[in-house]
């Protein structure tokens, strides 16, 4: 098997994106975080880095110490978070924060053993990362779908600062940062919240399958900012966008999403002109004579 990645913020701002890989008795763990940006005034936690920032970063750590074997995906979770609160609690050291502040990420977390005639994948998804299987044929088959139910709000909101001619990203984002704060919080206060939180207030409404694969297929995990180059910016399709991967062209790929957010018009599709991105490529083994080649 091999694995490649790629994860870059967009000019000199901090990533807020992080992935890591793990290997382990013949298990690929990988994990995609995503860190919302801040909709708040200040960092109250890491001033340097930013709150998001060591959020991700936080929990990152905290998984690796709470995954440890027969542990289910979304117990290590529960604990990694509870050891990150602790910590960021313990971090303010009393300040007053309000909720919308609180840090928040989406989370992808692909799990992958290898079996004599096929590939067990486990998923345990948050928010809109992006998780893709390819076959050995190219076909592309999208394995946490997902659609984001305050997207469309958002759109419209943006949609109507533009028909005022609103270009200017500041005061875009001035007008629709008490919606942003707003949505914020109540991600933070819902009893079933489906992005990673500080503080859930019930059991996290992730999207959690298992999935057989044939051998030799490749598993993609991207954040929404370098999904991009497919939603919204349309410069490939999924299936172009995952065979590039494949042909090794991830640095590549990288490189024209940022030329491309470069050159076109500031603030005209979405609150950031551009995003972290991250994507992170796993290919096992090819198939061999006897092998099962069907997807289930």
Known sequence: ?????????????TNEDLIAVVESDGVCDLVMLDGASSV??????DREHG?????????S?????????GMRQGGAVRRAVDAVRARYRAQAAGAAIPVYAYP????????IRQRDDHLALSLYCLGDCKVFAIDAAGAVRDLAPWVNPQEAVLQGAIGALTAEDLADPALRRARLLPMLRARRA????????????????????????????APGSSVLVMSD????LVDPYGLYTIE??????????????????????????PGMLAVKNADDASAVLWTGQPLTEGMKNDVV
């Open 1 to 13: 098997m091999t694995t490649e990645q790629i994860s870059c913020a967009p000019g000199s701002s």
């Open 40 to 45: 708040a005034d200040t960092n109250y936690i």
């Open 51 to 59: 709150d998001v920032a060591w959020f991700v970063r936080a929990f």
């Open 61 to 69: 750590a905290a998984l690796a110490q709470a995954n440890v074997p």
């Open 104 to 111: 928040l990420a989406a989370l992808a977390w692909v799990r």
């Open 186 to 213: 109540a991600q933070h206060e819902a009893p079933a919240p489906n992005a990673l939180c500080l503080a859930p207030q019930g059991e996290f409404d992730a999207r959690e399958t298992s999935v057989r694969l």
């Open 225 to 228: 900012g370098f999904y991009r």
């Open 240 to 265: 172009t966008l995952a065979q590039r991967c494949r042909d090794g062209a991830l640095a590549a790929l990288m490189d024209e999403l940022r030329l491309f957010e470069k050159a076109r018009a």
